[in-house]
C-alpha cells in the first residue's frame, strides 16, 4: 500500500501559477505511472495529467494540455504538477494517483 500526500494548493487568480506536489511512502513507486486528477463540485473526477516511472512519457487531458506539466522525482519520491495560465474552471480537488491508491487531495481555487 502507498500512502500519497499531496500540498501546494490554495487561491490564485486567473492568469497566476501553482505548483503542486505529492509525496509517496510505505513502498517504492519508481516502477509505476503516476497520475494527476481533479474534482470539481457537483463533477465527477476527472483524469489531469500523467507520467511514466522514468518521467520520458508525460500525457494530458486536452483542457490542461499547454499550460500544465508534470513531472517526477524518484529519488524523494515526489511528483509535481506545475500549473500555469490558471483559469476559473480549474478549480477543484487535485489528487494523485498510483496505481489503486489516492491522496486526499488538496483544494485550488482560481478566482476571475
Known amino acids: 500500500q502507498v500512502q500519497l500526500v499531496e500540498s501546494g494548493g490554495g487561491l490564485v487568480q486567473a492568469g497566476g501559477s501553482l505548483r503542486l506536489s505529492c509525496v509517496a511512502s510505505g513502498r517504492t513507486f519508481s516502477n509505476y505511472h503516476m497520475k494527476w486528477f481533479r474534482q470539481a463540485p457537483g463533477k465527477e473526477r476527472e483524469f489531469v495529467a500523467g507520467i511514466s516511472w522514468s518521467g520520458g512519457v508525460t500525457y494530458y487531458s486536452d483542457s490542461v494540455k499547454n499550460r500544465f506539466t508534470i513531472s517526477r522525482d524518484n529519488a524523494k519520491n515526489m511528483v509535481y504538477l506545475q500549473m500555469n495560465s490558471l483559469k476559473p474552471e480549474d478549480t477543484a480537488v487535485y489528487l494523485c494517483?498510483?496505481?489503486?491508491?489516492w491522496g486526499q487531495g488538496t483544494q485550488v481555487t482560481v478566482s476571475s
Open positions: 494517483s498510483v496505481g489503486s491508491s
